[in-house]
């Protein structure tokens, strides 16, 4: 059993920045592919970016690539989301999951563990 929890949501303006973190506790392991979804109203839940065992393993979502950065650090079994040059249509609730996977996962469907969610808003 792992559990997630979303922090470091919040109110930002356009072009700004926020960094989410993801705190597992419970049976860790580097062994647990990890990942950031999103979902906003009346939208199906989206891959934002995942990362592998590896850090060095990661994928993003073309609506966020170069401006969105996942990490994890297994050390303190966190993984983050540094989210830079914001936009009104990142506006969703972000999600942060796991799943016992050498690989990195983009589809929500493979993965078992779930964070509460944080809510990210960009105001215009």
């Known amino acids: 059993q792992v559990q997630l929890v979303e922090s470091g949501g919040g109110l930002v303006q356009a072009g700004g920045s926020l960094r989410l973190s993801c705190a597992a506790s419970?049976?860790?392991?580097?062994?647990?592919?990890m990942g950031w979804f999103r979902q906003a109203p009346g939208k199906e839940r989206e891959i934002v970016a995942a990362?592998?065992?590896?850090?060095?393993?990661?994928y993003y979502a073309d609506s966020v690539k170069g401006r969105f950065t996942i990490s994890r650090d297994n050390a303190k079994n966190t993984m983050y989301l540094q989210m830079n040059s914001l936009k009104p249509e990142d506006t969703a609730v972000y999600y942060c999951?796991?799943?016992?996977?050498?690989?990195?996962?983009?589809?929500?469907?493979?993965?078992?563990?779930w964070g509460q969610g944080t809510q990210v808003t960009v105001s215009s």
């Open positions: 990362i592998g065992w590896s850090v060095s393993s990661t």
């Open positions: 999951a796991a799943t016992l996977s050498l690989l990195r996962r983009v589809r929500a469907d493979e993965y078992d563990y």
């Open positions: 419970g049976r860790t392991s580097s062994s647990y592919a």
